[in-house]
């Protein structure tokens, strides 16, 4: 049974760092790919970053320069660094794992952005 647990979100104000992460269990976690996916209020769930198996990534075009997407295949954990937070980034924040075309997700962490 897979199961992802994300951990590390918090209110922050805006310019502040975050680092979320995730701890999965229950798969084949090194050859899979990873992800964290945000859904703000009112909007739908959307594409945050993405890490493949071999450690290419890939970003939402408004948190490129900020956000960095990490891996750590001994801990079985994905992990994401939020750097100069913005209110917009204001979100539950799910992590995400692909397995043979399975999405599989985690129940989700608050990010709050706000002065």
């Known amino acids: 049974q897979v199961q992802l647990v994300e951990s590390g979100g918090g209110l922050v104000q805006p310019g502040g760092s975050l680092r979320l992460s995730c701890a999965a269990s229950?798969?084949?976690?090194?050859?899979?790919?990873l992800g964290w996916y945000r859904q703000a209020p009112g909007k739908q769930r959307e594409l945050v970053a993405r890490?493949?198996?071999?450690?290419?990534?890939n970003y939402k075009d408004s948190v490129k320069g900020r956000f960095t997407i990490s891996r750590d295949n001994a801990k079985n954990s994905v992990y994401l660094q939020m750097n100069s937070l913005k209110p917009e980034d204001t979100a539950v924040y799910y992590c995400?794992?692909?397995?043979?075309?399975?999405?599989?997700w985690g129940k989700g962490t608050l990010v709050t952005v706000s002065s």
């Open positions: 890490i493949a198996s071999s450690g290419s990534t």
């Open positions: 229950g798969s084949i976690f090194s050859i899979n790919p």
């Open positions: 995400w794992e692909g397995i043979y075309g399975i999405n599989y």
